[in-house]
């Protein structure tokens, strides 16, 4: 099937789920508004911890606001993408992942558009604010170069993000779990990301930059885009964010795929 296929094809699946889901309207608004009040109690945390000291490792409160939009911005396209990767386990468990396996499309493509999770309107909505509130108090210049970037960075974002949820999903055609490691590995990298990295002892940048490279979700590019230094790593290492989740995201999918080859129905 040529990719042209595959695109319209993902599409007329996305629009049956989002049809779907639009049948829970007042659902789908409470969601929305959730996801925003929860974001916004993340940022008032913030506030009130840099109430005293104004600054956390040189980085100002409306510096870090950004940096945390730049994640949450991301984070929701990964949300539409890839979220459902997680629970793997429980389709394989339950012996409904061999549905993917019998029909004539790749198997990868069609578990990702198995399911397109509309509430992530919510991190859109939430995300755009502060950028327009940001760019306001910091008087930032967006040329297109500079918007370029950002968009670039994050699609690197979407694909890091997304790269280490496929690749906690294919430990589930060797182990048959796949979820607990969500709550192991991601939820604390992401965590992670809500705060700059020169915070964090040294090793621990080393091992978001080069191993798990969550600094190339938000904090490499964000530094660029606000002209912060970033200690220990070159000055210009956020313009390789799209280049590192391209790769990564390559290197997970191989797991991926290499994972489904090894795959034995629990005839369930």
């Not at 280490?164 to 796949?178: D, G, N, P």
């Not at 964090?200 to 964000?222: C, D, E, M, R």
Request: charged content about 10%.
């Amino acid at each position: 099937m040529s990719v042209v296929k595959y695109f319209d094809l993902y599409f007329k699946l996305i629009s049956a789920g989002v049809r779907a889901q639009l049948q829970y309207r007042f659902a789908f608004v409470m969601r929305i508004v959730g996801l925003i009040t929860s974001y916004t109690g993340t940022a008032l945390t913030m506030w009130i911890m840099l109430y005293q000291f104004q600054e956390l490792g040189s980085w100002t409160f409306y510096e870090m606001l950004f940096l945390f939009a730049v994640a949450v911005l991301s984070w929701g396209f990964c949300i539409i993408l890839f979220f459902h990767f997680r629970g793997l386990d429980t389709y394989i468990l339950n012996g409904t992942f061999d549905r993917f396996l019998v029909r004539p499309i790749n198997p990868f493509f069609h578990f990702m558009a198995m399911k397109f999770d509309v509430a992530s309107f919510g991190q859109f909505i939430f995300s755009i604010g502060i950028f327009i509130l940001v760019s306001f108090r910091l008087q930032l210049d967006w040329t297109v170069g500079k918007s370029l970037f950002l968009l670039l960075s994050v699609v690197g974002g979407i694909l890091i993000q997304g790269g280490l949820l496929v690749m906690i999903s294919a430990l589930a055609f060797w182990t048959t779990k796949s979820e607990q490691f969500y709550w192991v590995a991601m939820f604390p990298a992401r965590n992670l990301t809500n705060y700059p990295l020169v915070i964090y002892p040294k090793a621990v940048q080393w091992f978001t930059a080069f191993v798990i490279p969550f600094g190339f979700v938000n904090y490499f590019p964000a530094a660029v885009l606000l002209e912060k230094e970033t200690p220990f790593f070159p000055e210009n290492i956020g313009y390789y964010s799209p280049l590192v989740g391209i790769v990564f995201f390559s290197i997970a999918y191989s797991i991926w795929m290499l994972g489904l080859k090894r795959y034995k129905s629990t005839g369930s």
